[in-house]
């Protein structure tokens, strides 16, 4: 089956750690995306990829670092300079015209203690 | 600035009841709609989308949505609702390319509860 996956689902950090969330697709898609979701902000982008050793930042980059070295993974860093990293983070893929809709993993939930 | 609004943050409706969920919109172009459905814990789903043409779109789930652009609004809506309805709904509008993508605005959501 394609799709992406996320892993892992919950992830809990101590302050001052920094953490890696996993991204991954079987989908060939080019883009890829990386959301975070807080309760009653909807989603917010925090980096983009549009092909393989590119990406772009998203309107909240602040803290967090990513890497596209293959097509089907887009791993997100979330480092200890973001200052409230405690959120749902969704990853999302999208392939084929512009016209194309955004395709989303089931998404990561950290904590930070 | 583009900008997307969904003015419910929260519906109850009643189990064979219908629903519709608002959706406003600020953009200068033809949008591009999308409506998305987030069960709890879970990545989103989308239902259905708008780029041109019919302006009465259908999608899965029995949901349609309608486009009217002299209200800038792009309204979801389900004749009669299932238990397995209950869900959060986002809306999103794809913006002007910036850079090398067209990114996506996502409304904040309205969260649908639904009563037996």
């Known amino acids: 089956d394609g799709g992406i996956t996320q892993s892992p689902k919950y992830l809990f950090r101590k302050e001052g750690q920094n953490v890696t969330l996993s991204c991954e697709q079987n989908?060939?898609?080019?883009?890829m995306y990386w959301y975070r979701q807080d309760p009653g902000q909807g989603l917010r982008l925090i980096y983009y990829?549009?092909?393989?050793?590119?990406?772009q930042k998203g309107d909240i980059a602040e803290g967090y670092s990513v890497s596209r070295e293959k097509k089907e993974s887009f791993p997100l860093t979330v480092t200890s300079a973001q200052k409230n990293p405690t959120a749902f983070y969704l990853c999302?893929?999208?392939?084929?015209?512009?016209?194309?809709?955004?395709?989303f993993g089931p998404g990561t939930r950290l904590t930070v203690l | 600035a583009q900008s997307v609004t969904q003015p419910d943050i929260h519906i109850t409706v009643s189990e064979g009841a219908s629903l519709e969920l608002r959706c406003n919109y600020s953009?200068?172009?033809?949008?591009?709609l999308f409506w998305y459905v987030q069960s709890p814990g879970q990545g989103l789903q989308l239902l259905l989308k708008?780029?041109?043409?019919?302006?009465l779109v259908q999608g899965i789930k029995g949901f349609e949505a309608e486009f009217k652009r002299s209200q800038s609004s792009f309204n979801l809506r389900k004749p009669s609702v299932h238990w397995s309805d209950a869900a959060e709904y986002f809306c999103a509008l794809r913006s002007d390319k910036e850079g090398n993508d067209y990114k996506l605005s996502f409304g904040a959501g309205t969260t649908v509860t639904v009563r037996a």
């Open positions: 708008y780029f041109s043409g019919d302006t």
């Open positions: 989908l060939n898609h080019d883009a």
């Open positions: 999302a893929s999208r392939g084929g015209t512009s016209y194309n809709e955004q395709f």
């Open positions: 990829s549009q092909i393989v050793n590119d990406f």
């Open positions: 953009y200068g172009a033809t949008p591009y």
